[in-house]
C-alpha cells in the first residue's frame, strides 16, 4: 500500500478523511477538512478528489465536501445492525404512534451508546441522540440498561472514569448508579427524568436475541412529567415483541454481544 514520505499509509490517510465526519458535521470546506485531518491541503485536495470520482465522496451547491452515496450504499448493506433494524422498525413505529415522541433503538459501541434508529416528530421534546451519534452509558436510559447487562468488568471501568452530569439531575455517583444498575436487571426498564435534558424523561427496556443476550436497548424520550409512568408497559410490550422476533427471551447479565 502506498505509504506517504512520514511512513503512512495511503488507508490511514483516507481513514482519517471520514473520521471527520459525524451526525453534527456533514459538510466541510476543503480547507477545513485538511486542517481537521492533519493532511497537507494538497495531500487532501488529491485523495477528494479521487474519492469524489469513486462516489465515495461528493461536493454539495457550495462545494463543501460531504460523504458520498456510494459509500452510504456500501455501508449500509455491511451495517452488522441491519437485521435488528429490520425487526425492530415494525414495533418501533406503533410504540412512535402511542408516544408521540422519540423512539430509539440503541446499542453498546466503545463503551457509549450508539444510536441506530430513531424515530420522531415536529413537535417532540428536545433529544441530544441522532442517528449515528454516542452519549455515555450513565447518562441516558438505553445506555444504562445496556450496562446493566453487560459483563462486569464493563461496568467496573465505565464507574471507574470520571461520570460527566449532562444536567443537574444526571446521575454521576458510582455507589448510586451501581444500585441502580441493580433495580434495571431486576424490573428489565430504566426510567430517567431529567438526565438528558432536565424537561425530558428517557424510558428504556432491554431487547433480548437468543439465550438472553442483551444485543440492544429500546427507549423512549417524552415530557418529564408525571404522566411519563404510565407508558412503561407499551415500551415493554414493544421490547418483547422485538425480542421474540429475534428468538430472545429473558436477558442474562453479562451476555451483550
Not at 478528489?49 to 462516489?55: F, K, M, R, S
Amino acid at each position: 500500500m502506498a505509504r506517504s514520505t512520514s511512513g503512512e499509509s495511503l488507508l490511514s490517510r483516507v481513514v482519517r478523511i471520514y473520521e471527520v465526519f459525524g451526525p453534527d458535521l456533514r459538510a466541510i470546506t476543503l480547507s477545513e477538512l485538511a486542517r481537521r485531518s492533519d493532511l497537507p491541503l494538497a495531500t487532501a485536495s488529491r485523495l477528494v478528489n479521487e474519492l469524489i470520482e469513486y462516489g465515495w465522496l461528493r461536493r454539495d451547491s457550495k462545494r463543501r465536501i460531504c460523504v458520498g452515496v456510494r459509500m452510504w450504499e456500501l455501508t449500509s448493506r455491511a451495517a452488522p445492525t441491519l437485521g435488528l433494524q429490520e425487526a425492530a422498525m415494525p414495533f418501533m413505529v406503533d410504540l412512535h404512534a402511542a408516544v408521540g415522541h422519540h423512539v430509539q433503538l440503541g446499542v453498546l459501541q466503545d463503551s457509549e451508546v450508539l444510536y441506530i434508529g430513531r424515530l420522531s416528530a415536529p413537535r417532540a421534546v428536545h433529544n441530544r441522540a441522532r442517528v449515528g451519534a454516542r452519549l455515555p452509558l450513565h447518562a441516558t436510559s438505553g445506555g444504562l440498561v445496556l450496562l446493566a447487562h453487560s459483563s462486569v468488568a464493563c461496568q467496573e471501568m465505565v464507574l471507574a472514569r470520571p461520570l460527566v452530569a449532562l444536567t443537574r439531575l444526571t446521575v454521576t455517583d458510582p455507589a448510586v448508579l451501581r444500585s441502580t444498575l441493580s433495580e434495571i436487571r431486576q424490573t428489565e426498564v430504566a426510567y430517567c427524568p431529567g438526565y438528558v435534558d432536565e424537561c425530558a424523561t428517557g424510558i428504556a427496556v432491554p431487547v433480548c436475541a437468543a439465550g438472553g443476550r442483551v444485543v440492544a436497548a429500546l427507549s423512549i424520550l417524552v415530557p418529564h412529567e408525571p404522566a411519563a409512568r404510565s407508558l412503561i408497559p407499551a415500551v415493554r410490550a414493544a421490547g418483547r415483541g422485538i425480542s421474540r422476533i429475534l428468538g430472545g427471551d429473558s436477558p442474562r447479565v453479562g451476555r451483550i454481544v
